[in-house]
């Protein structure tokens, strides 16, 4: 038992902190860090590909203005960040305007600070089955009920959305908001099809929720046609963009390590959001906003995320290729246009959980599928990156977790046939050996 088992100060803490756990992936940390693992298993961008050369420009430009680099800035962000971000909104075809532009610590506290206005203990929340985990734990702590809708790879099924709702409103519980990873999924690499996404629009107009659209990988695609956010179709709807609250962020973009993102919505929803986050740091940080703007002003920002892409799509590749080549026919996967991810499916007796320590002591990891479901399902699941490991170590990660998943797979046929084998050599007293199996049969 370890010493947090027996945390003498159990009795102080808040109940919220119930239903707090730590996510799968920070938890992997320590063990990713051994040298020899190839790491499946982060949602990390290549930062390589960044280069020294410009990572010392940006910051040579900050260094002009290192006062206000160094010094606290407005809760809601500098002015000149909003700018950047508005045109990068703009990029994925998506208005937006300064003013509905709110600086976040990361695109996670954006979640945490959208279930803090939100979620009293026990509302609802509407999510994708799986869902990021990152999410599960932000709204965790105002202790909501999470209802995961059934996917398939067109995205959330509207149906089981509505279906859900309406079991859920009868229990007299009250739904707050629809949330979404619509473009290449954390954790299954899946897009929302378009007409999806018109009707969870609906959806959310009939039953007044927010949509809460969470936007990481949106700029990632390196296959197939970019298609709409929902902020946009609201927008083109002419119904007023005041129902989805919009979240992007730099990390996958720019670089994680800057730890900034935002929040576009409405004035009122901003406006609780910003009492919200001065209570948490007060403001995010005025060197990151001032590293990005040097950077998106001054550098061709949309030549770096092309080749992120196609380094991503090289690696996705290459992931499809060796899972094709080395796992048995009864695992399956999907099959992303851009993003970080595949998700694998395992056969249902296979616990992915118990099979990681084995499959990290022949030095491959990958994320357990049940850390995406708020409920324990997904055992039999995994989440896959390819974003982040070269592609030969892909490859060889890929050879290395067939093997693991082979050998769980033989061991439950050899406890089957052993299970047979002693069933069939036992009879009840009395009972000839030839009535188990009468002739003919």
């Given at each position: 038992m370890s010493i947090i088992d027996?945390?003498?100060?159990?009795?102080?803490?808040?109940?919220?902190?119930?239903?707090?756990?730590?996510?799968?992936?920070?938890?992997?940390?320590?063990?990713?860090?051994?040298?020899?693992?190839i790491s499946l298993a982060g949602g990390f961008p290549d930062t390589r590909a960044f280069g020294e050369e410009a990572f010392r420009e940006i910051y040579y430009n900050v260094a002009a203005d290192s006062a206000q680099a160094l010094q606290y800035g407005p809760t809601g962000g500098l002015e000149g960040i909003k700018d950047v971000i508005v045109d990068v909104m703009e990029a994925e075809n998506t208005g937006a305007r300064q003013e509905d532009t709110f600086i976040t610590t990361g695109a996670q506290q954006g979640l945490d600070l959208v279930g803090k206005v939100f979620l009293d203990e026990g509302d609802a929340v509407l999510c994708e089955g799986p869902t990021y985990a990152g999410a599960l734990n932000a709204f965790a702590a105002y202790r909501p009920r999470i209802i995961?809708?059934?996917?398939?790879?067109?995205?959330?099924?509207?149906?089981?959305?509505?279906?859900?709702?309406?079991?859920i409103r009868?229990?007299?519980?009250?739904?707050?908001?629809?949330?979404t990873v619509p473009n290449f999924q954390?954790?299954?690499?899946?897009?929302?099809?378009?007409?999806?996404?018109?009707?969870?629009?609906?959806?959310?107009?009939?039953?007044?929720?927010?949509?809460?659209?969470?936007?990481?990988?949106?700029?990632?695609?390196?296959?197939?046609?970019?298609?709409?956010?929902?902020?946009?179709?609201?927008?083109?709807?002419?119904?007023?963009?005041?129902?989805?609250?919009?979240?992007?962020?730099?990390?996958?973009?720019?670089?994680?390590?800057?730890?900034?993102?935002?929040?576009?919505?409405?004035?009122?929803?901003?406006?609780?959001?910003?009492?919200?986050?001065?209570?948490?740091?007060?403001?995010?940080?005025?060197?990151?906003q001032m590293l990005i703007y040097s950077y998106f002003r001054h550098a061709d920002?949309?030549?770096?995320?092309?080749?992120?892409?196609?380094?991503?799509?090289?690696?996705?590749?290459?992931?499809?290729?060796?899972?094709?080549?080395?796992?048995?026919?009864?695992?399956?996967?999907?099959?992303?246009?851009?993003?970080?991810?595949?998700?694998?499916?395992?056969?249902?007796?296979?616990?992915a959980t118990a099979m990681l320590p084995r499959a990290v002591a022949k030095n491959v990891a990958y994320v357990p599928g049940e850390g995406f479901y708020s409920g324990g399902a997904g055992k039999n699941c995994m989440r896959l990156n390819f974003s982040f490991v070269e592609p030969e170590s892909i490859r060889r990660g890929i050879e290395l977790l067939s093997e693991v998943i082979r050998e769980r797979m033989e061991l439950r046929g050899?406890?089957?046939?052993?299970?047979?084998?002693?069933?069939?050599?036992?009879?009840?007293?009395?009972?000839?050996?030839?009535s188990i199996h009468p002739q003919g049969q």
């Open positions: 027996l945390d003498r100060f159990d009795f102080l803490y808040a109940n919220r902190v119930k239903g707090m756990k730590s996510a799968a992936t920070r938890d992997l940390m320590a063990t990713l860090s051994r040298p020899g693992i995961h809708v059934p996917m398939d790879r067109a995205g959330m099924i509207p149906v089981a959305a509505r279906e859900a709702l309406k079991s009868k229990r007299g519980i009250h739904v707050k908001f629809i949330y954390n954790p299954t690499g899946v897009t929302l099809a378009v007409e999806r996404r018109y009707e969870l629009l609906e959806i959310a107009h009939e039953h007044d929720l927010i949509i809460l659209e969470d936007n990481p990988y949106g700029m990632l695609r390196f296959e197939g046609e970019a298609l709409p956010t929902i902020a946009s179709l609201e927008q083109e709807s002419g119904a007023g963009a005041d129902r989805v609250v919009y979240l992007g962020t730099f990390s996958k973009i720019f670089a994680p390590g800057v730890r900034l993102g935002w929040v576009h919505a409405q004035p009122g929803i901003l406006h609780k959001i910003n009492i919200g986050k001065q209570g948490a740091d007060i403001c995010s940080s005025n060197l990151s920002w949309r030549s770096y995320v092309r080749r992120l892409m196609m380094i991503n799509k090289e690696r996705r590749d290459t992931m499809l290729d060796a899972l094709a080549e080395y796992m048995p026919n009864e695992v399956h996967w999907t099959h992303p246009e851009g993003g970080l991810f595949i998700w694998a499916t395992l056969p249902s007796y296979l616990d050899d406890l089957e046939r052993g299970v047979r084998s002693a069933t069939l050599g036992k009879r009840p007293t009395g009972t000839p050996a030839a």
